[in-house]
């Protein structure tokens, strides 16, 4: 692996770190960071496959904008998901949502330990931290 390859694997996973501090803090993923995330995987997309594929992040995208008007999703999540979309290879797709949605049981789990042992309840389970782990993870599957 050369040192520029390594360099934006570095970059994503410390945007992905970033956002998971951000959804834990204040239950929102800025734009900023969804649109840093989308950019760094079209350079991963295209350092290991030569090319970029959008029909599968669209779909993602569209998909995610329904479960989030349905309240199941938050709008940041459908756009982090599709961002990570970018750079993960098609057939990767089921695993990556696999483990989101593994990583994403594991923080519910954690969050009503918290709750149990606080007596109060909070806004949400922040998703964000899930599909983080869930898009890295699948970006490195496709590499």
């Not at 806004?123 to 898009?135: R, T």
């Amino acid at each position: 692996m050369s040192v520029i390859t390594i360099g934006w694997l570095f970059l994503l996973t410390t945007l992905s770190i970033l956002v998971a501090i951000s959804d834990l803090i204040s239950r929102k993923i800025g734009n900023g960071l969804c649109v840093s995330i989308a950019l760094n995987a079209v350079a991963v997309a295209l350092i290991f496959s030569g090319s970029v594929s959008v029909i599968v992040p669209v779909t993602i995208f569209l998909l995610g904008i329904c479960l989030s008007q349905l309240g199941w999703l938050g709008g940041g999540d459908s756009k982090l998901l599709a961002a990570y979309a970018i750079a993960i290879d098609p057939q990767n797709i089921p695993l990556t949502l696999f483990m989101t949605t593994i990583v994403g049981g594991l923080v519910s789990v954690i969050y009503l330990v918290i709750n149990r042992f606080n007596h109060k309840t909070t806004e949400g389970v922040p998703y964000g931290v899930a599909i983080a782990i869930g898009g890295l993870l699948g970006v490195l599957a496709s590499i």
